[in-house]
């Protein structure tokens, strides 16, 4: 069992920066791949990053390819996502979610999930 909490959200202008954490509890943390989804309202649950357990790879939507970077601390049981240049479409609720075997984009096939954080960039 995994639960997550997300953290960092907020408000910030465009072109700004802010980091999102999601703190794991559970010993099989590393066990674990990771993956941040977002959600805007009206709209669909989407893909936005992908880290595998050993932090060795990572994949990323395109949309906010070369702006976000994800990253992992299994010491600290934690997954980052640091978005940079942000933009007004980059508004919604950001969830961390963990997989076993799960595929890299498909929200259907990941396990655990936190509770989302919202993040609001203003034009």
């Known amino acids: 069992q995994v639960q997550l909490v997300e953290s960092g959200g907020g408000l910030v202008q465009a072109g700004g920066s802010l980091r999102l954490s999601c703190a794991a509890s559970?010993?099989?943390?590393?066990?674990?791949?990771m993956g941040w989804f977002r959600q805007a309202p009206g709209k669909e649950r989407e893909f936005v990053a992908y880290?595998?357990?050993?932090?060795?790879?990572?994949y990323y939507a395109e949309a906010v390819k070369g702006r976000f970077t994800i990253s992992r601390d299994n010491a600290k049981n934690t997954v980052y996502l640091q978005m940079n240049s942000l933009k007004f479409e980059d508004t919604a609720v950001y969830y961390c979610?963990?997989?076993?075997?799960?595929?890299?984009?498909?929200?259907?096939?990941?396990?655990?999930w936190g509770q989302g954080t919202q993040v609001t960039v203003s034009s």
């Open positions: 559970g010993r099989t943390f590393s066990r674990y791949a």
């Open positions: 979610a963990a997989t076993a075997v799960g595929s890299v984009d498909v929200a259907d096939s990941y396990d655990y």
């Open positions: 880290i595998k357990w050993s932090g060795g790879s990572a």
